[in-house]
């Protein structure tokens, strides 16, 4: 189930917090199965025939952890890791690789057609993440209901944000509504909760109604005009942001209602000014990942800048096409990869760029690349860019209010986290959030209630 629907805000959410409540006062010892269960209830909502996908992958992974302690073998872990990885490619890139394959004369690759399970990629990295530090000595060993609390909590296992063991599993031990703030972590998780819906329903939905319609027309190659590319390309920069930065502040709001801390996932990353500030700022989790597990394992800037140019390369082209089957990912990420290469080798030449024209450029690199986020070919990508660069028609009826007002937000506005952690406790507050609820309630009732982007990663 969504978090911006009426069955989660208005059902699940509310009968979930009460049964936590109730078990947590007379019941603690089953307090965390309560959780699991929740979580799974929650998950097979959505698709009742990936549950025991799930459940089967939080169990294969938690044995062979416990196999490894009993046992340890240079083998097991890797082994264990490669599974995974093949699990989300059969589920993932299997179609993908039959394309590929389909563009080789004379060869006829079937595709399979595999619905994709959600989170597949979230869950599959936070096993890699354990396995990985336990391998390294870094992790001990979890019973089996907080192994799989941890991967399968319902806040995170859609669309993360990616949680490393070390950040959630001491938190399991605690007693949340016995702890001195505990109401006002609760009622910190509900603004939260409140401003992340409203971010999506106020400010990321509405800009998909002109991103939408440009991006189909180019991929049906209609021409797009001057006015449409840039409409369209400016409304997907904010749209991104205000939808996934929404479902996160959402699912660490909701975390919070638990009595739980999840990391923070965005700092204003449309104020960079660079590449490498952006990244440390947009989807902060998924960067952690690859600087952590792949960036750093194929040398990082230990050996030699030829080998951090191309592990930088490398990590984001990976991260790319984690980010979806296609080659216009795959060219996402490697162009980033690039972005971020350039800026090493021009921090090594002692070039020093003032912030106003580092922001300006960082902006047009991280906006320009969003259409091959978003195109679902190269030749719609091109067909937006030729707009973007004056080489279409100039058309007319640029939609810049929504922009400008989700511009001035993303850029000027600090982080939900942040806002919501620095007011003060107040009543007049307290009403004032009460009606933004309602009234995105009322705006979920009343208009196309979309999906969340990261879903389909």
Request: net charge positive; with cysteine; glycine share 8%.
């Amino acid at each position: 189930m969504l978090f911006n629907s009426f069955v989660f805000l208005l059902a699940f959410l509310p009968a979930a917090l009460i049964l936590h409540g109730l078990v947590a006062r007379a019941a603690p010892a089953w307090r965390l199965p309560l959780l699991v269960v929740l979580s799974f209830v929650f998950y097979g909502w959505w698709d009742i025939r990936f549950v025991p996908l799930l459940a089967g992958s939080i169990l294969a992974n938690w044995c062979v952890a416990r196999a490894y302690r009993r046992w340890p073998g240079r083998w097991l872990i890797p082994a264990a890791i490669a599974a995974n990885l093949a699990l989300l490619g059969v589920f993932k890139y299997l179609d993908f690789a039959a394309d590929l394959a389909n563009l080789i004369p004379g060869l006829e690759a079937q595709r399979l057609g595999l619905a994709l399970p959600l989170g597949i990629s979230f869950f599959t990295f936070h096993h890699i993440m354990y396995l990985a530090d336990l391998r390294a000595g870094r992790a001990p060993g979890f019973g089996l209901v907080k192994y799989a609390l941890y991967i399968a909590f319902f806040p995170q296992v859609l669309a993360g944000p990616l949680v490393r063991w070390s950040e959630i599993m001491h938190q399991f031990d605690e007693a949340p509504y016995a702890r001195p703030d505990a109401a006002e972590r609760f009622a910190r998780g509900l603004m939260l909760l409140t401003v992340g819906l409203a971010k999506k329903v106020f400010l990321g939905d509405p800009l998909a109604e002109y991103v939408n319609p440009v991006f189909q027309a180019a991929a049906a190659g209609k021409a797009v005009t001057v006015v449409e590319a840039w409409q369209a390309t400016l409304g997907f920069t904010f749209q991104i942001y205000f939808d996934f930065s929404g479902y996160t502040d959402m699912a660490l709001g909701i975390a919070l209602l638990f009595g739980l801390v999840l990391p923070q996932n965005f700092d204003v990353p449309y104020r960079a000014t660079s590449l490498r500030e952006f990244w440390r700022r947009w989807h902060m989790t998924l960067s952690r990942f690859l600087r952590d597990y792949l960036y750093i394992p194929m040398g990082g800037n230990r050996r030699g800048l030829p080998r951090q140019v191309g592990a930088l390369v490398a990590t984001m082209t990976l991260g790319g096409l984690w980010h979806g089957a296609g080659l216009t990912f795959l060219a996402w990420g490697a162009l980033h990869g690039i972005g971020l290469g350039a800026g090493v080798l021009a921090r090594r030449a002692r070039i020093a760029i003032p912030a106003p024209l580092g922001w300006a450029l960082t902006s047009l690199f991280v906006v320009l690349t969003w259409v091959l986020f978003r195109a679902t070919s190269f030749e719609a990508a091109l067909a937006i860019f030729k707009g973007l660069f004056g080489l279409a028609p100039r058309g007319s009826g640029f939609k810049w209010r929504t922009i400008a007002v989700a511009a001035l937000v993303a850029t000027v506005g600090p982080t939900a986290w942040n806002a919501v952690h620095r007011l003060p406790p107040r009543r007049l507050l307290a009403y004032g959030f009460a009606l933004l609820f309602v009234l995105v309630l009322l705006k979920i009732g009343d208009d196309a209630n979309y999906e969340f982007i990261y879903f389909q990663f």
